[in-house]
Structure formats: C-alpha cells, structure tokens
C-alpha cells in the first residue's frame, strides 16, 4: 500500500509557472500508475495527467502542451510541471495511485493524497 503526499501548490499570477511534487511516504510510486486530478469549487473532480510505469504521460486536453509529468522513482516522487497557467487552473490538486495507465477517471484510483492549492489570480 502505497501514502501520498502532495506539495507546492501556492498563489501565482497567469502567465506563471509551478511545479507539483507528489511523494511517496509509505510504499513506493514504482509499482504504481500516478495520475494529478483536481477539483475547483462548486465542481467535480477532473484528471489533468497519467503517468505510466515506463513514464509515459496522459493529458487531458485543456493542458496538453502545457503540464508536464514525469516520475522519479529513485526520490520516490511524481512531478507536475504547470507552465502558462490561467485562472482556469486554480483548483487542488491530487495524486492518486492505480493500476491502468492512461486512465483520467477517480473511480479507477485508490490511493489519494491530501491534495495542494493552486491558485492563479492577477
């Protein structure tokens, strides 16, 4: 069983960049299909990337060209790379782990971190 630990969301103007941390503090993200989804107010939870074993990513269109995942399995981390972020974006995020690659649906995830802020405000 794997523990997740979501980290660096914070305030940011539209334009900027950040970078989403997920880490691993019980169990390893090795074995684990990774995947960022978030949830704005008043809205349901959507999947924004998948990360596979191998590190391929999945995007959800609304960020293709824009975020970009990747793994670390030696830090025991997955990575979130949000570039050219809008007011659109602000939401929090999560890591989850699962099983099936490419999948961008909560139902398929059993493992969720506690989630971080994204907030992108001028």
């Known amino acids: 069983q794997v523990q997740l630990v979501e980290s660096g969301g914070a305030l940011v103007q539209p334009g900027d960049s950040l970078t989403l941390t997920c880490e691993a503090s019980?169990?390893?993200?090795?074995?684990?299909?990774i995947a960022w989804f978030r949830q704005a107010p008043g809205r349901e939870r959507e999947g924004v990337s998948s990360?596979?074993?191998?590190?391929?990513?999945y995007y959800r269109d609304s960020v293709e060209g824009r975020f970009f995942a990747s793994r670390d399995n030696a830090r025991n981390t997955v990575s979130l790379q949000m570039t050219e972020l809008k007011p659109g974006d602000t939401a929090v995020y999560y890591c989850?782990?699962?099983?099936?690659?490419?999948?961008?649906?909560?139902?398929?995830?059993?493992?969720w971190g506690q989630g971080t802020q994204v907030t992108v405000s001028s």
């Open positions: 990360v596979c074993l191998g590190g391929r990513a």
């Open positions: 989850a782990a699962g099983p099936t690659c490419g999948v961008l649906s909560s139902g398929e995830y059993s493992h």
């Open positions: 019980k169990g390893t993200v090795s074995t684990y299909v």
